[in-house]
């Protein structure tokens, strides 16, 4: 078993793999499988578990070097990979990594995230659904809300409340739910771009064994704080193939009678912003490839929605008659979250909700001025308080 | 390519920020830049000394030939420029660096490449490296690199036939501390058009006049030549003038470096004022309008940092003369259009912070505003450097 892996010998690996698994001659799924068995679904995962144990940052060399062989499809299943994943790997038995992490991968199964309630968003600590022991199972009862890919999701990472005797954050627990399970009811949303990738998830008297839950019971909250740290590394940090400035400057280069002075000054303005998030990202890996993971990370998200929400204002702006026109109110559920596909009338609604999940830029302010700047928290009444006594 | 800091790196801020701490204080600033309209400047010629010949930063961009620590292999360079850069910006040093050791520098080592004067060009590297002297660029501090031929326009300084240069140039930054002074000038003798630089040492028949300045610590001079003895450093033919448009050029990306150290001087003061000032039983940094204010200015910080590295990587894999290829001028572009508003906006955030005793002459906020307020106009305007951008962005203009 070798160590230490480099560049020179990840990409060996990866071509290795490919002369034994021709993706032309294989099964989709099949090659998919070989692919996360060989460790080269995400390389700084263990070994066995789709990965090397390689630094993270390796994983462009296998990337570059797999190019144009099938893919998991990522606008599916994003949250298993962003933000699952990453939670399974650092809180999940050994057994419970090896059951989920490889469907997870390679598509075979989706995964949802059940956090937000009708009375807790922002305030996620505050939420109500309750988990009760019985035996060897947890029989949950509650409501979720705005859950992205429910419709579509094998197994949830659910948070719910099994103590109601203890301040907020102490009485949580993090489980896998099973979206099969009786008791679950999963109905669309429908959103301001007209379509449904949003649900509410009802949950009454869903029964769920007591090996679905991650990490011990009441230490669902720094469970949870893994999800959501990944969440915003995954929503705003992750090198892009396609960009919003790029679909922008596509539309600019290809309708030269659209262009205008004012229009012009402002879309150089957000390209050298664009160039200043990527530069900010590319930073941002190197440092936590080095080990030394920077705050940088809670601030990517805000700078990505600021910088999307402006790019596709302008977009449609820009194409004044066009703009005037939307391509498809037609009410769907689609399979894939994808934040610059469709028409520029799309992506300007769509683009209004990356400020919202996964953190409001309103709550990553705080995250930023209060753990990065060490600036004093808001006088607050709900801390030591049990959260049954909490004033509602 | 790294974006992040070397050990070298950081051992050569630490020893630059040590002697800083001890020489530099913002109060030890503000009495020299009280006392600049009696002393004629600001500049701190110990200091600058200890900097340049103890520490040796006169010499980071200078090749090991010529007496200086750059190289190719593991020896400074841009790199290391940039780090002294972020220190001085931090600390408002008024010395020579950026006139002296990188302007009149990378003018030298342009025009070091070209047959004409490439020996006095090495003579007065070596000079510079070792400390022995202080040069400037005599161009102005507000010329934008994306205009190379302003320096040179008619009433600019002239070579005469008698070999001695004669003309004003105004705007000049670190002339009352130079020795010898980079002119631009045009050639007297001939009929087309045709420039040179010229190395003129400081004399009776050079006039510095000092300008009262927007920024106190680096204030600007008006430059008079009277028939002022000089050599011809380069020379060219019609109005190209690449030993000034490098020096501007890589000037402007490295002055991003000094953006963000006033930018980082900035956010981190008025972090640690908001968390001491109480107001309404509470401190002020507790309430959300001032802390999301922060917030945004550390996420601009973020992204200043990212730029001003990624620019100084990128010049310090550029050949030492010659023009840059395409991918250093965009990091250039993209570092001034950015850093420049990023150091204005955090001096504007810590005087009005700060509340009223950010708007006094005793505090050393306004020395920041000051500082970032000049660095906005000079070697091209954040506007300027945006235009830049259209073509390799490919976002051409309206027609
Ligand atoms: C497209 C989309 C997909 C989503 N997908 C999922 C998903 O898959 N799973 C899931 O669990 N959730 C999901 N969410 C929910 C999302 O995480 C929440 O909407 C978000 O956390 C905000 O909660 P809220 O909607 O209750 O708003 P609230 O918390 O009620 O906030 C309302 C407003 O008040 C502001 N605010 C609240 N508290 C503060 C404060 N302390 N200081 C300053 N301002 C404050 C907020 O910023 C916001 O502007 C999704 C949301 C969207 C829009």
């Known amino acids: ?392 | 390519m790294t974006l992040l800091y070397t050990e070298v790196e950081e051992e050569l801020r630490a020893a630059v920020r040590e002697l800083l701490a001890d020489k530099c204080s913002p109060s030890a600033v503000l009495d020299r830049a009280d006392s600049a309209a009696a002393a004629g400047t600001p500049y701190d010629a110990e200091l600058w000394k200890a900097l340049a010949r103890d520490i040796g930063v006169a010499g980071l961009l200078i090749p090991e030939e010529l007496g200086g620590s750059a190289s190719r292999e593991g020896g400074a360079s841009a790199r290391e420029a940039a780090v002294v850069l972020e220190e001085l910006g931090r600390a408002v040093a008024p010395v020579p660096f950026l006139s002296s050791a990188v302007l009149a520098t990378q003018a030298l080592l342009t025009a070091a490449g070209q047959e004409a004067g490439g020996n006095v060009a090495e003579e007065l590297l070596g000079r510079l490296a070792a400390g022995e002297a202080t040069a400037t660029l005599a161009v102005s501090f507000a010329a934008s690199p994306y205009a190379p031929a302003a320096p040179c326009h008619e009433d600019g300084a002239t070579l005469g036939e008698d070999g001695t240069v004669t003309g004003t140039v105004t705007g000049v930054i670190g002339a009352e501390a130079a020795d010898v002074l980079l002119v631009p000038v045009r050639l007297a003798r001939k009929t087309e058009p045709c420039v040179g630089l010229c190395a003129v040492e400081a004399s009776a028949a050079v006039r510095v006049t000092p300008v009262p300045s927007l920024d106190l610590t680096r204030p600007i001079a008006t430059v008079s030549f009277a028939s002022a003895p000089a050599r011809v450093v380069a020379r060219a033919e019609g109005l190209e003038v690449p030993w000034v448009w490098e020096a501007l050029m890589r000037g402007a990306g490295l002055l991003a470096s000094e953006q963000l150290g006033v930018a980082e001087w900035c956010l981190t003061t008025t972090v640690a004022y908001v968390k001491e000032r109480r107001q309404f039983a509470r401190p002020v940094g507790s309430f959300q309008a001032v802390k999301h204010r922060l917030a945004d200015l550390w996420l601009e910080v973020v992204g200043a940092r990212a730029a001003a590295r990624n620019a100084a990587a990128l010049l310090a894999e550029a050949p030492a003369a010659g023009p840059l290829g395409d991918d250093a001028a965009v990091a250039v572009a993209v570092a001034q259009a950015h850093c420049a508003a990023v150091a204005v906006h955090a001096a504007e955030e810590c005087v009005q912070l700060h509340g009223g005793i950010g708007m006094t002459w005793e505090h050393p906020a306004h020395l920041y505003l000051k500082r970032a307020k000049a660095d906005q106009i000079a070697l091209g305007t954040p506007g300027e450097h945006r235009d830049a951008l259209a073509g390799p962005a490919d976002l051409p203009a309206p027609v």
Request: charged content about 25%.
């Open chain 1, 1 to 392: 078993m070798r160590v230490t892996w480099d560049e020179a010998s990840v990409a060996e690996r990866a071509r290795a793999f490919l002369a034994e698994h021709d993706p032309a001659a294989m099964d989709r799924l099949e090659f998919l499988r070989a692919r996360f068995d060989a460790g080269l679904a995400w390389v700084h995962f263990p070994e066995g578990l789709g990965g090397l144990g390689a630094p993270r940052g390796l994983q462009a060399v296998a990337d570059r070097e797999l190019k144009g062989t099938p893919d998991n499809q990522p606008g599916r299943i994003g949250i298993g990979l962003g933000m699952a994943a990453p939670t399974i790997l650092a809180f999940g038995t050994e057994e419970q990594s090896k059951r989920f992490l490889r469907p997870l991968w390679t598509g075979e199964e989706v995964w949802c995230q059940l956090f937000s309630e009708p009375g807790a968003g922002s305030d996620l600590a505050t939420l109500a659904t309750r988990a009760v022991r019985e035996g060897d199972e947890w029989v949950v009862d509650g409501q979720k809300v705005w859950t992205s890919s429910a419709h579509t999701a094998r197994w949830g990472i659910l948070v719910a409340r099994t103590d109601p005797g203890v301040p907020k954050h102490r009485g949580l627990t993090y489980f896998v739910c099973d979206m099969h399970a009786p008791g679950v009811e999963v109905r669309p949303l429908r959103q301001i771009t007209g379509e449904a990738e949003f649900n509410e998830v009802f949950l009454t008297g869903v029964r769920l064994p007591d090996a679905l839950r991650l990490g011990e019971v009441g230490d669902g909250w720094r469970v949870a704080q893994t999800t959501l740290m990944n969440e915003r590394v995954a929503i705003g940090g992750a090198p892009a193939r396609r960009t919003m400035m790029g679909v922008v400057a596509e539309t600019w280069r290809s309708r030269p009678e659209l262009r205008t002075h004012d229009l012009h000054q402002r879309l150089l303005r957000l390209w050298v912003d664009s160039e200043v998030m990527r530069l900010t990202a590319v930073r941002l890996r190197e440092q936590l490839a080095a080990g030394h993971p920077g705050p940088e990370g809670s601030g990517m998200k805000l700078a990505f929605a600021r910088l999307h929400q402006e790019l596709s204002g302008i977009e449609v702006e820009m194409l004044r008659e066009d703009g005037l026109a939307y391509d498809d109110w037609t009410f769907r559920r689609p399979d894939t979250v994808d934040f610059i596909g469709r028409e520029a009338g799309y992506r300007y609604l769509r683009a209004k909700g990356n400020s919202i999940e996964g953190g409001t830029s309103e709550i990553l302010r705080n995250i930023i001025a209060e753990r990065v700047l060490g600036l004093p928290a808001e006088p607050r009444a709900d801390k030591d308080v049990a959260w049954k006594d909490l004033p509602r």
